[in-house]
T-cell receptor
């Protein structure tokens, strides 16, 4: 079974440009999460989708970040315009069902390393 | 606001030793807790999930315990091997508004010396 995949693995852009990150969750996982680690800090929650609906976007830093999950499958996270402080590693995770034992496990992708110059 | 502290920040042990990694969290109203390992430049690999109603969970040489009331979890690694070298992350889940977000500590960087 394929795990969570993310694209691209690395992205280097200039301040003011736009970048779109993509996440493909494990097939059948309704729950999709985005997290971010900026340099030297802990991994922080950004938002949570249940199917195509945003369940919780309390961790989104500002309105330059837009996440979508059309059709309830893959998700995109767009940063527009990018700022220097957006540099970091963006992780996506998915889980099957947050109410059912082992199905609560969140599985992480390899991350996208974003560098804003 | 949930805060997670992991002690020690780094640990170096000779191969074969048993070791304990500690995790504490400020809000005891957790839903569950996951332990992960992260290898350099890689994503997070889930090791164990322990539900709030459980006291411990085992997988191979790993054993995780949970004491919700005191806000503590430990990860016990038996007979450590060089392949265990990685950063270990503790992440309780706090369920609020229907979301199940993980809150991470900074991790413990483990080095197992052959």
């Amino acid at each position: 079974e394929a795990g969570v995949t993310q694209f691209p693995s690395h992205s280097v852009i200039e301040k003011g440009q736009t970048v779109t990150l993509r996440c493909d969750p494990i097939s059948g996982h309704d729950n999709l999460y985005w997290y971010r680690r900026v340099m030297g800090k802990e991994i922080k929650f950004l938002l949570h989708f249940v199917k195509e609906s945003k369940q919780d976007e309390s961790g989104m830093p500002n309105n330059r970040f837009l996440a979508e999950r059309t059709g309830g499958t893959y998700s995109t996270l767009k940063v527009q315009p990018a700022e220097l402080e957006d540099s970091g590693v963006y992780f996506c995770a998915s889980s099957q069902d947050p109410h059912r034992g082992e199905e609560e496990t969140q599985y992480f992708g390899p991350g996208t390393r974003l560098l804003v110059l | 606001k949930q805060e997670v502290t992991q002690i020690p920040a780094a640990l170096s042990v000779p191969e074969g030793e048993n070791l304990v990694l500690n995790c504490s969290f400020t809000d005891s109203a957790i839903y569950n807790l996951q332990w992960f390992r992260q290898d350099p430049g890689k994503g997070l690999t889930s090791l164990l999930l322990i539900q709030s109603s459980q006291r411990e969970q085992t997988s191979g040489r790993l054993n995780a315990s949970l004491d919700k009331s005191s806000g503590r979890s430990t990860l016990y690694i038996a007979a450590s091997q060089p392949g265990d070298s990685a950063t270990y992350l503790c992440a309780p889940t706090y369920s609020g508004a229907g979301s199940y977000q993980l809150t991470f500590g900074k991790g413990t960087k483990l080095s197992v010396i052959p």
